[in-house]
């Protein structure tokens, strides 16, 4: 069966950091570009960054540019978030999800394949 499994996420307080996982199974990360969304209580999901297939480029949101960072390793068919200077706002459910369109995307119809869900929450 072809899945994402997500791992990671938790509790911290404004500033820490938190490491969110991605593994492919089922199927390689090949060929795949990965993108990393999350969803707040009463909001849209909403895009946070993608990282292409080959690991050559990425793209951020704005509101986490500067403090989240995607990177990935295919042998390892797995791919991670790592987020640092965590804010309030940054309190969501975190999914990551493949796309067979092999360049970093934003466009939330193009990824096929969705992890469970992971929460992240940012508390004081």
């Known amino acids: 069966q072809e899945q994402l499994v997500q791992s990671g996420g938790g509790l911290v307080q404004p500033g820490g950091s938190l490491r969110l996982s991605c593994v492919a199974s089922?199927?390689?990360?090949?060929?795949?570009?990965i993108g990393w969304f999350r969803q707040a209580p009463g909001k849209e999901r909403e895009f946070v960054g993608a990282i292409s297939w080959s690991g050559g480029s990425t793209d951020y949101a704005d509101s986490v540019r500067d403090r989240f960072t995607i990177s990935g390793d295919n042998a390892k068919n797995t791919v991670w978030l790592q987020m640092n200077s965590l804010k309030l706002d940054d309190t969501a459910v975190y999914y990551c999800?493949?796309?067979?369109?092999?360049?970093?995307?934003?466009?939330?119809?193009?990824?096929?394949?969705w992890g469970q869900g992971t929460q992240v929450t940012v508390s004081s």
């Open positions: 089922g199927f390689t990360l090949d060929y795949h570009a």
């Open positions: 999800a493949a796309t067979r369109f092999l360049r970093a995307t934003s466009q939330l119809s193009l990824y096929s394949y």
